[in-house]
């Protein structure tokens, strides 16, 4: 129950990550996500899972298409896990919600006991997150979108939610 609770939470907070990456216009700082909840988790071999999210967006701005979305979690320099989430559309002037798939997989470098050691809140609160994402405009004007070294902790708690 901790790991869905967990990846719940990693979701979000790639999710919001995308949401003030794309702050760059007035109204685009309006879009905001309203909701996440976690529909689904499967295994996906030995070091991964899919997971299937469905996530609220109100968006008052324009249509913007969000792809090559990929995320990791670090901690103490490590990666332990990388986010891969489907491509896809945010209607214009909308409040929608959008039922996502992502794989998360075991970093490289990252063992059973690092995963096992995250369990502990105050161990998950000095990790480290990392978002890159694609946004394209209706138009196909696209720009790359890089976010790097957000400790986990801020986000978690810009978004309301608390460590259990």
Do not use: W
């Amino acid at each position: 129950m901790k790991v869905k609770n967990r990846t719940h939470k990693l979701l979000m907070v790639i999710l919001v990550m995308i949401s003030f990456a794309v702050s760059g216009c007035r109204k685009v700082k309006d879009i905001s996500v309203t909701s996440v909840e976690l529909e689904a988790v499967s295994p996906q071999g030995f070091k991964g899972l899919n997971v299937y999210v469905a996530v609220g967006i109100d968006n008052p701005a324009f249509q913007i298409g969000l792809e090559d979305i990929q995320g990791t979690l670090k901690y103490s320099g490590k990666i332990i896990g990388r986010l891969a989430m489907d491509p896809f559309i945010v209607q214009a002037r909308s409040a929608e919600i959008y039922h996502l798939r992502g794989l998360v997989t075991l970093g490289e470098e990252a063992t059973l006991r690092d995963l096992m050691m995250l369990m502990d809140a105050a161990r998950l609160n000095e990790c480290m997150v990392d978002v890159s994402l694609k946004a394209r405009l209706k138009n196909g004007v696209a720009a790359p979108i890089n976010v790097k070294d957000i400790p986990l902790k801020k986000l978690l708690d810009s978004t309301g939610n608390e460590q259990k």
